[in-house]
């Protein structure tokens, strides 16, 4: 039993131990609270927006129906089949062109606020310009608009994901810098038939991406996207251009034509890997950081910075390479002072797709000249990474899409940002659990993210339906709902994380 007593260091112990318990008392209730906290359903943003994505070659089919033209898709995927996993293409694919219909009953069902499609060039426009605007591919789309408005659901239109019109890539395709003005006379058809009821319009799908596989791929270990081009060093740098060039045009289009009447939305959409260093040392982080720059920032700063441009790291190293190899200029071409004003700022938002997250060290690989070579680092999976991945490239690394955001939103005056694709596959039909985990975990790091003070609005699952995944053909299973492709009629059946995402959006806590 204490006794109290009036001696100064009595009291002094007193108020010691009485100080350490509290401090400790403290302690425990605010780990209590915080594993509460952790443990309590946490609800997204009340005008957060939840959809799911899809793209017209991998899920349409109807490849030669109703007076569609060919695409480069249409002509890879049959002249250079052995670049395709199981030598498969998407003639037929999921038949959305078919059963579009059926599948707005498997969207109502699930719950989604919007679906993000894309329109196929060359079903609009067989000969990839207006001298021929195919009704029958207006009135296909037409259909599914309609279908989807009468059920609640907003489309969010793709005008450019890859398949572009054979007879445009005969011209050159995109390193032909005047694709950019018939991509913007297709635009315009878009706008022209859909955009009373369209309100959110995705420009170009991963410029950076499409241009790097389909017209300088450099590591045999990339697939090879249509038309299947290998002209490293020059061709990416080329065709991203023109893509960039091509979404200033169309968003000034409609800005000054269409915006008032129309009253919607466009944006660019941009992939991303996070990247991180693989030790502490100075080059490594030089190296993830210049990863994140010479990929998201080669899209993003043209668009998004204060200043405009082409991210000076990246046009600098590139010159000095370019002169380095006797060449007389950069191989990374030169925007004009207007071209330059006209990409700032023309997105009202950014699309982000992310996947997953890599480590990095720095050092060359890949075929030199190159995109690559230029980025000097060299990426791969976690060692450490534990977690199955379905596929192989994709680690579950949830944490990476948290600092992803954080990266955008302090190096690009936190735009606003809809996550237009992020999903995995699953090696079982319907019992995917590894995707229901996959989701979970990286909503959870959104909702993190919307916490540090990032301007999320939306996210994407990809995918609606299992199906053609470019160099993988049907082999990959990113869907959530499994599509039989040896039946003829295309059943689909939802799988465990369809249930889970229509659970979900009931609340929107995770």
């Not at 100064?8 to 209590?32: D, P």
């Not at 052995?82 to 579009?100: A, M, P, Q």
């Not at 309100?199 to 950076?208: A, L, Q």
């Not at 019992?431 to 790091?445: F, G, I, S, T």
Request: net charge negative.
């Amino acid at each position: 039993m204490w006794r109290w007593s009036h001696d100064s260091k009595a009291i002094s112990l007193v108020e010691r131990l009485l100080l350490t318990f509290s401090q400790k008392l403290q302690s425990q209730c605010n780990k209590s609270f915080w594993h509460t906290m952790a443990n309590q359903p946490q609800k997204f943003p009340p005008d957060f927006i939840f959809g799911v994505g899809s793209s017209s070659y991998q899920v349409e089919g109807g490849a030669k129906l109703d007076g569609k033209g060919e695409s480069t898709i249409d002509r890879f995927v049959h002249t250079r089949p052995e670049h395709i996993i199981d030598r498969s293409n998407g003639d037929v694919s999921c038949n959305t062109y078919k059963l579009f219909k059926e599948d707005t009953k498997l969207l109502v069902d699930l719950g989604v606020d919007f679906y993000r499609f894309s329109i196929s060039w060359s079903r609009i426009l067989p000969n990839g310009d207006v001298s021929n605007i195919n009704e029958a591919g207006i009135n296909y789309y037409n259909d599914l608009i309609d279908n989807l408005l009468e059920n609640n659901i907003q489309p969010m239109v793709t005008i450019f994901h890859w398949d572009l019109p054979q007879v445009l890539q005969d011209l050159g395709g995109w390193p032909n810098p005047l694709i950019a003005d018939y991509f913007e006379d297709y635009a315009r058809v878009l706008f022209e038939h859909f955009g009373d009821r369209v309100k959110y319009w995705c420009s170009i799908n991963e410029p950076r991406l499409y241009s790097s596989f389909a017209y300088g791929r450099s590591l045999s270990v990339y697939p090879l996207l249509a038309p299947g081009l290998e002209l490293h060093g020059t061709g990416e740098y080329l065709a991203c251009h023109t893509l960039l060039r091509a979404h200033a045009k169309t968003y000034h289009l409609y800005n000054d034509h269409y915006r008032e009447s129309q009253k919607g939305q466009i944006g660019i959409v941009a992939d991303a890997f996070y990247y991180r260093p693989a030790s502490n040392s100075p080059e490594d982080i030089e190296a993830a950081e210049r990863g994140l720059i010479f990929e998201l920032g080669w899209v993003l700063h043209p668009i998004f910075s204060s200043e405009g441009d082409y991210p000076p790291l990246m046009k600098d190293i590139v010159a000095q390479n370019s002169i380095k190899e006797g060449r007389f200029r950069s191989r990374l071409p030169t925007f004009t002072p207007e071209e330059i004003k006209l990409l700032k700022g023309s997105s009202d938002f950014l699309g982000l797709n992310h996947y997953t997250t890599y480590v990095v060290t720095a050092g060359g690989c890949g075929a030199n000249p190159s995109h690559n070579r230029d980025t000097n680092f060299i990426r791969a999976i976690d060692p450490a990474s534990t977690t199955n991945r379905y596929p192989s490239w994709l680690a579950v690394e949830p944490e990476g899409i948290r600092q992803l955001l954080g990266w955008i939103s302090k190096n690009y005056n936190n735009p606003k940002v809809i996550i237009t694709e992020n999903g995995c596959a699953d090696p079982n039909k319907l019992e995917d659990n590894h995707k229901v985990d996959y989701h979970k975990m990286y909503l959870k790091a959104v909702l993190e993210a919307i916490n540090d003070g990032c301007n999320v609005k939306g996210y994407t699952v990809w995918s609606f339906l299992d199906s053609f995944e470019w160099d993988c053909g049907y082999t990959e299973k990113f869907g959530l709902y499994h599509v039989d492709f040896e039946d003829p009629s295309r059943p689909r059946t939802p799988k465990k994380s369809a249930e889970f995402f229509k659970e979900f959006l009931k609340t929107k806590c995770i």
